[in-house]
């Protein structure tokens, strides 16, 4: 089996030049011992630049969801800079999308509008019209927490016209929102 650049086979490398995983990296090994070294080392070149970053893109958002976002945001800058390397538009408007999400947890939402700027040019160039709408209600919401009501209902009626229109759920999440904003009752 090949594993980062490396073979392994349960009962070792297969190959002279290699490094060893870790004991018990795989069942029916040695117990596992601590070590700070990875088994799998994102710098191996095997030349899978895509799976490379969608790796990258699971480290994000691993450790957005453990609350180290300087972490991910490291890793999702790693995977953006590949999607721009290898042309994937659709794979750079989500990384954006998600640095955008990693930013508002930051308290840096002038910086997540932006990022969801970036994601929302890309997501009408490809006709993602799901990902334009639910990034327009995210920097619609930014935009109402920063004291901008006028322009935070502009982009909440522009992205629940497209999530209406495409029948998306969050768009009852949407008009409720917008109805408060504007001082209307919600259902």
């Known amino acids: 089996m090949r594993i980062g650049g490396q073979y392994w086979a349960g009962g070792g490398p297969q190959k002279s030049e290699r490094r060893t995983a870790p004991e018990g990296a795989f069942s029916g090994g040695p117990p596992c011992r601590k070590s700070e070294k990875l088994w799998f080392d994102p710098s191996d070149e095997i030349g899978d630049r895509c799976g490379e970053c969608h790796a ?104 629940l016209k497209i999530l209406e229109s495409i029948e998306d759920p969050n768009a009852a999440k949407a008009r409720a929102l917008l109805e408060m904003w504007q001082g209307k009752k919600t259902k």
């Open 56 to 159: 990258l893109s699971g480290l994000g958002v691993a450790y957005a969801t453990l609350g180290e976002s300087r972490k991910a945001i490291g890793f999702y800058e790693q995977a953006l800079a590949i999607q721009r390397e290898i042309g994937d538009r659709r794979g750079e408007s989500s990384v954006l999308s998600n640095l955008g999400i990693v930013y508002k947890h930051l308290d840096e939402p002038r910086k997540a509008i932006e990022l969801y700027g970036q994601a929302l040019v890309i997501k009408r160039e490809i006709g993602d019209q799901r990902g334009e709408g639910i990034d327009l209600f995210n920097s619609a919401v930014l935009l109402d927490q920063m004291g901008n009501r006028a322009q935070a209902i502009d982009r909440g009626e522009a992205a």
